[in-house]
């Protein structure tokens, strides 16, 4: 399990830490700032609840173990957050159910070094797997931009990252990298 690592982007102090007790607060901050992720993907802002729940919410047959979130700090600012699971659906296998960073921090290259960080740190890992909301197409050109292939839309109703979809979520897009070790 990864503690804290520095991450190196140029002109910056970028942090990569497991969460504490303290990220609450900041955390429901980084949410409240990415309203418009959570509207494209739920179809309603976040609320207090879905901080707390980070900590528990597992696809059906993964294992709490393999559960990982990580908090990404810049200068200090808790600026996104990484949810994924390891060995799901299959050992090999990573299942990212949220990679979100706060809007004054996309389009700067941060989100690709943080992925590109945890690709070179992630050991026997053959496949990751991602959701997008279809049609919100910063999610989409940051995945396909990283090397992932993006499906079409799946039937509302689907399971969306490390959760079920709720009543006014429409479908996701499924995206997947290879991994290759060579």
Request: proline share 8%; charged share 25%; hydrophobic share 45%.
């Given at each position: 399990?990864?503690?804290?690592?520095?991450?190196?982007?140029?002109?910056?102090?970028?942090?990569?830490?497991?969460?504490?007790?303290?990220?609450?607060?900041?955390?429901?901050?980084?949410?409240?700032?990415?309203?418009?992720?959570?509207?494209?993907?739920?179809?309603?802002?976040?609320?207090?609840?879905?901080?707390?729940?980070?900590?528990?919410?597992?696809?059906?047959?993964?294992?709490?173990?393999?559960?990982?979130?990580?908090?990404?700090?810049?200068?200090?600012?808790?600026?996104?957050?990484?949810?994924?699971?390891?060995?799901?659906?299959?050992?090999?296998?990573?299942?990212?159910?949220m990679f979100l960073l706060a809007p004054w921090a996309r389009g700067r290259?941060?989100?690709?070094?943080?992925?590109?960080?945890?690709?070179?740190?992630?050991?026997?890992?053959?496949?990751?797997?991602?959701?997008?909301?279809?049609?919100?197409?910063?999610?989409?050109?940051?995945?396909?931009?990283?090397?992932?292939?993006?499906?079409?839309?799946?039937?509302?109703?689907?399971?969306?990252?490390?959760?079920?979809?709720?009543?006014?979520?429409?479908?996701?897009?499924?995206?997947?990298?290879?991994?290759?070790?060579?």
């Amino acid at each position: 399990m990864v503690d804290a690592w520095m991450l190196d982007v140029p002109g910056e102090r970028v942090v990569v830490r497991e969460p504490v007790p303290a990220d609450e607060a900041p955390l429901l901050a980084l949410f409240e700032a990415c309203e418009d992720w959570f509207v494209a993907a739920t179809g309603l802002p976040s609320a207090p609840g879905d901080v707390q729940s980070l900590f528990y919410a597992l696809p059906e047959g993964a294992r709490p173990e393999d559960k990982v979130l990580l908090v990404v700090e810049r200068g200090g600012v808790v600026t996104g957050l990484v949810d994924a699971v390891r060995d799901h659906p299959e050992p090999g296998a990573v299942s990212v159910g949220m990679f979100l960073l706060a809007p004054w921090a996309r389009g700067r290259g941060l989100g690709r070094a943080v992925a590109g960080a945890l690709l070179a740190r992630a050991e026997g890992v053959s496949r990751v797997r991602a959701t997008v909301p279809p049609g919100w197409r910063p999610g989409e050109r940051f995945l396909e931009g990283l090397g992932f292939v993006l499906e079409e839309e799946s039937a509302v109703g689907a399971e969306v990252g490390n959760r079920r979809a709720g009543p006014r979520e429409r479908g996701v897009r499924r995206a997947e990298l290879r991994v290759g070790r060579g």
